[in-house]
């Protein structure tokens, strides 16, 4: 599997666009497709591997299991923005990640 098959299943399984992902990475929008021909630059491969919460080491195909990063997830953010979060390896609904955040925010304000 090439790095851009990589990309681009990973992209399909946390329901994001390849042209968003690029986006949320800080590339062009065709960047990720022009990846096909040709090797990516490693800090935009970071860049994507950041946005999907995998290792550049998996998406080159050196590591067989999309092993997580080890920085922390911004949960209001992840539920906040589009295509972002996921469980049981499908992409939240818009209404349940809606769901989610109330509840965070109601526990976290009444244990203060």
Known sequence: ???FERINELAKKRGIGLRALA??????????YGWKKRTPDS???EAVAKVLGV???Y?????????????P???DKALSEEGMAMFDGKPLSEEYKKALLAMLRANKNSGE
């Not at 986006?23 to 990720?32: F, H």
């Open 1 to 3: 599997m090439t790095t």
């Open 23 to 32: 986006s949320k990475a800080g590339l062009g929008e065709t960047t990720i």
């Open 43 to 45: 800090s935009k491969l």
């Open 55 to 57: 290792s550049v080491d």
């Open 59 to 71: 998406l080159l195909g050196t590591e067989d299991k999309p092993s997580a990063t080890s920085e």
């Open 73 to 75: 997830v911004d949960l």
